[in-house]
């Protein structure tokens, strides 16, 4: 039976959402895998506990007396260390993670640093395409790069605001002009995020950008776009896309639109013409981002039918098994096996290159006067 390790929460605005999708995940899971869940506390400290398989654990979960134990990897070994009070309690070999993690920490390829010292298999796309796609500026100059449209952008830094906020401003109103849409480059869940109609909106809007991120982006606002959605599932080398999921609003998807609300709504219908082009540019993006396991692919279409590519998620919320016709726990049973493909695959490849260059460094170097 593989252990596979399911990774949640995180040092994230997205923390609960987080927790969500474990539980979705842990709920559907097929019952051949043994779980082992680890939950990363707000401070970053990763712990295990019978009880995380429970949604109740979590509601006030600082005032509870937890009975947990502190988990840190074996870098290079494949497996996790149990601790309590500083002390190995048991090792476990890890066969694969899936990672549940959502923002900073998890989706942005530091957590599949981690996973790739330790050894381990995870299913979610490599450190350096999680990277990208978690930041909102990255993706769009990838995308531009690779001519599919994208809402036209302007993007600065904190330091550069807090130095140049006129000339900012200034660019903003003649680039992107108003209304325009402000956000955090590395957040998800729509934290953040504000439509401006004006520049003192703009202002206040930028304010709470920073607020999450020392990046800022902001956005030409389409208005009355369609926005929809299609996930990706990596399997056999080939992407296999869900259905698309489309959403009717008057302004943007919020974070209480995606999590707090009743999703059902009428939707108008997307012609066929627009249907495949938002197939196929979303393979496209997926191909050349090098995503792996469950990506979403986000799009706006305007009122001419013109698709725009909006953000990608690396790790979607709830891993979008709503947009799949297959089963979560088939889909979930075929991302812990391409992911222990995958890095079976990365194991073939050569890590050692023998030279003489330590010794030729040796004997240069006595040759060499240091200068007092």
Known sequence: MKNVAV?????????????ITALQVMKNFPKQFNLIPIY????????YSKDFFSGETFVNFDKKHIKKLEITFNLGQGSINFNKKNK???????????LCNHGHGGEDGSLQGLLELAEIPYTSSNVASSAVTMDKILTKIMLINE???T??????????????KEKILKNINEKIKFPCIVKPSRLGSSVGINICENEDMLKKAIEIALMFDNKIIVEK??????????????TNN???SSEIQQINKDSFYTFEDKYLKNKESEKEKLSKSVVNEIKKIGENVCKFLDTEGVVRVDFLIDEKDKVFVNEINSIPGSLA?????????????????EAIKEFNSRQKLSYKFNSNAIETYLKMSKNIKCSK
């Open 7 to 19: 990774i949640f929460g995180g040092k994230s605005v997205e923390h609960d959402i987080s927790i």
């Open 238 to 240: 080939k992407f296999i």
């Open 321 to 337: 098994f709503n947009l799949f016709k297959t089963k979560f726990e088939d889909l979930l049973t075929i991302l812990v096996n």
């Open 88 to 98: 190995t309690k048991k090792i476990e070999k890890i066969d694969c993670a899936l």
């Open 151 to 164: 809402p036209a952008y302007v993007h600065f830094c904190k330091d550069e605001y807090e130095l140049n």
């Open 147 to 149: 001519n599919i449209s």
């Open 221 to 234: 606002f389409i208005k009355n776009a369609k926005e929809c959605a299609l996930a990706f599932v990596k």
């Open 40 to 47: 990363i506390q707000n401070d970053g400290r990763f712990f």
